[in-house]
C-alpha cells in the first residue's frame, strides 16, 4: 500500500464521520460487550479523529498509517495515542502485536494489494477477533443510477492523486476476505437507502 503522498490539513473528522462512525462504534461495543481490555487497532488511521473517538468511548487504540502529513497532524493533536507511520508492507503484528478488533475506515479502496492487506488483518487479530472495513458502496442500481446520470468521471475521481483506484461490491469484498481465512462475514450498508448506500462496513470474524 503505497499511499504516503496521501496530505491531510489537520486532525479534524473527515465528512465520512456522519454515516461510518456510529454503526462501527455500536458494532465495536457489541463485540467486545464483557471484555477488559478492548483492544482496537486503527489500520489507516489517517489524521487520528477516529482513533481518538474510540479512545473517548474506553477503547484502547492504537494504529497506523502511511501518510507522514497524518500522522503528525495525529501525534500533534492525539499525543496520548500510539499513531505511528506504518502500513501492511510490513509485519504489523510482528511490531504491535495482536488485537481483539481491527478497524479499517475508507481505506482498502486506496491499496495496490489487497490480498496483502486482508493478510495483514487476519494476522493482527486474536482468535475470534473481528475486522471491521469501510468502503465506498458499489452495487447494480448504484452504478446504473451514476451511469446515467453522467457521473462516473466524478465519482471514478481518475484526476484525484492517491485516490481511489479499487472500486469494491459486496461479492468481491466479501470474496476477499473469504480467501483471507475469515467466516461469518456480514454487511451493512450506511449514508443512503441501501441501494444507493454511500458506503459498506463487512464485519468478519477470525475463527479459533
Partial sequence: MNISGY??????????????WGPVHLTLNAVLAGSATRRVFDLGCGSGAFARSLSTQGFSVCGVDPSQTGIENANVAYPQLRLEIGSTEEDLAGRFGKFQAITSLEV???????????????????????????????GYLKNLAIAILG???????????????????????????????????RFLRVGRIPVLAKSMIAIARKPK
Fill in 151 to 185: 457521473k462516473c468521471d466524478d465519482h471514478s475521481t481518475a484526476l484525484w492523486d492517491n485516490g481511489h483506484i479499487k472500486f469494491w461490491s459486496i461479492k468481491t469484498l466479501g470474496q476477499l476476505l473469504k480467501e483471507a481465512g475469515f467466516t461469518d462475514i
Fill in 108 to 138: 482498502i479502496e486506496h491499496v495496490y494489494a489487497p490480498r496483502q492487506f486482508a493478510g495483514r488483518i487476519y494476522d493482527l487479530l486474536e482468535p475470534e477477533g473481528v475486522a471491521i472495513i469501510s468502503t465506498p458502496y458499489h
Fill in 7 to 20: 496530505k491531510y490539513v489537520d486532525a479534524g473528522a473527515a465528512h465520512t464521520h456522519a454515516y461510518l
